[in-house]
């Protein structure tokens, strides 16, 4: 295989992990968000609102991971 195959197949790699990562990390801040809601309904909404906040933090950095790994890939 020639290095720019490599580079895009580790660039893959990369992202798929990364996404296997936000899966798992994003998939208990739901959970306990909903718990909480479940347990006071009254607080559900700032427990919703906090939970949107960590969830696009996550994903801030899940995409900073996949433009890292293309452009590593591009070099």
Do not use: Y
Request: charged share 15%.
């Amino acid at each position: 295989m020639e290095a720019k195959a490599l580079a895009w197949l580790a660039a893959g790699l990369g992202v798929g992990i990364t996404v296997f990562g936000v899966g798992t990390g994003i998939g208990p801040l739901v959970a306990a968000a909903l718990e909480a809601g479940a347990r006071q309904p009254e607080t559900a909404k700032d427990a919703r609102t906090t939970m949107i906040i960590g969830a696009a933090l996550i994903e801030g950095v899940a995409l900073l991971a996949c433009i890292i790994c293309i452009l590593l890939a591009t070099k």
